[in-house]
């Protein structure tokens, strides 16, 4: 795949992994993308899988054409990039590699060896000439890992972003950008918005034409879209107006009220999005969380807490800054629901949320005034 005439797409699709970075569902697969740099010098933007080396490396060996790397280009060191370096190393023995220094560290401690003799290390603002063109490397700290540099091209004004514009999904099926790319975001990265925004601040003062991550598609066309996206997902922005219910229920009555809680907002018009945290995806919950401007919390007092799928999801959310949002709270208990004062303790350190006033207490099973607090609690949310 030719990105422009002198950068070819030389990655890999993964349909094998079934939870990627050993948590995430990617029913349509993983891209590990990679990229040839073709000047006077020749760089490659990156690695992938151990377990895809063979095929990235008969990709290489083809794009190549009879030439040889000058430089192996390492943007970030998780393994699903990093995880063909040495293999690379071996069979083009005079290349060297370009990185961070704290990316070295790192190779010294997944390889045993940080190529000493063929290193070349840039910080920020660093160039490469590789001939007609210069590449600029810009450090992206903790998007998401330490040793993070993102790469400008001001030939051909590629971004090469690393993780940053990435998403799940093999490039071989073809999905809507922002679903799996927010779900993306938000598991992976979504701790780490300050940082992001930092990139995006240093980013914004490049011409870019085309950014080219390292999952998902190259982006080409109508790159504010994507970059308004990200702005408003590591700035803890909501980005539609709506409610996002998240559940769990052990028999059916805390259901009950989200069923009716639901049917009432989208009756008023409201955008609703519901999850049962037992049975659907955490991933794609977290992200509804941070998509939707209000959260609706419902589940069961549990030996003493609430129930552990809630108790998980609820720290997932905290621990990447869930922030600027309206949060309600339905509990259900037989003897003593503290489900609410359980859920609203686990936000103790959170910022910028607005607890609703209207709190419902269902005792086993919903009653009349249960009723009316959910009719309460919708006008609340409207
Ligand atoms: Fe795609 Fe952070 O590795």
């Known amino acids: 795949m030719e990105i422009s005439k002198t950068v070819l797409y030389v990655g890999v699709n993964d349909h094998i992994t079934d939870l990627f970075e050993g948590q995430y569902v990617v029913p349509n697969g993983m891209a590990y993308n990679s990229y040839l740099i073709l000047d006077q010098k020749t760089a490659v933007m990156d690695t992938v899988d151990i377990r895809f080396c063979d095929e990235w490396l008969n990709n290489l060996e083809k794009a190549l054409d009879g030439k040889t790397p000058d430089y192996l280009i390492v943007q970030h060191m998780e393994p699903d990039h990093s995880g063909s370096i040495v293999k690379f190393m071996e069979k083009y023995s005079d290349a060297q590699i370009v990185s961070s220094i704290k990316a070295f560290t790192m190779m010294k401690n997944y390889f045993g060896t940080d190529f000493s003799d063929r290193q070349v290390v840039v910080g920020e603002n660093s160039t490469l000439s590789l001939g007609e063109r210069v590449l600029t490397f810009i450090t992206a700290p903790m998007v998401h890992w330490p040793e993070v540099i993102v790469t400008y091209d001001s030939l051909d004004k590629i971004l090469f972003s690393a993780d940053g514009f990435g998403k ?14 927010r779900r993306y975001y938000f598991g992976i990265v979504g701790k780490y918005g300050a940082n992001v925004q930092i990139l995006l601040k240093k980013a914004s003062n490049l011409d870019i034409q085309t950014i080219c991550p390292l999952h998902g598609p190259i982006l080409t066309e109508n790159l504010s879209y994507y970059i308004n996206l990200y702005d408003i997902w590591s700035s803890y922005k909501p980005e539609v107006k ?18 009716i809680l639901a049917e009432k907002l989208k009756e008023k018009g409201v955008k609703v999005s519901v999850s049962d945290l037992a049975r659907e995806d955490l991933a794609e919950a977290v992200e509804d969380a941070f ?20 108790n998980d999801f609820i720290h997932h959310l905290t621990e990447r800054n869930y922030q600027n949002r309206t949060v309600a709270f339905i509990e259900n208990g037989s003897w003593m629901p503290t ?4 859920m609203k303790d686990k936000f103790s350190a959170s910022k910028n949320l607005n607890f609703a006033n209207t709190e419902i207490k269902i005792l086993s099973s919903l009653n009349d005034k249960n009723l009316e607090e959910i009719e309460s609690l919708a006008n609340e949310l409207v």
Not at 168 to 181: H, K, P, V
Not at 242 to 259: D, M, R
């Open 242 to 259: 709506g409610v996002f219910i998240a559940y769990t229920s052990v028999y059916g009555n805390t259901k009950k009220a989200v069923e």
């Open 291 to 310: 998509k939707y401007d209000k959260l609706v919390l419902a589940t069961t007092t549990y030996n003493g807490g609430i129930f552990p799928y809630m």
């Open 339 to 342: 489900a609410t004062k359980v």
């Open 168 to 181: 799940f999904g093999a490039l071989d099926i073809e999905e809507d950008w922002a679903c799996e790319a």
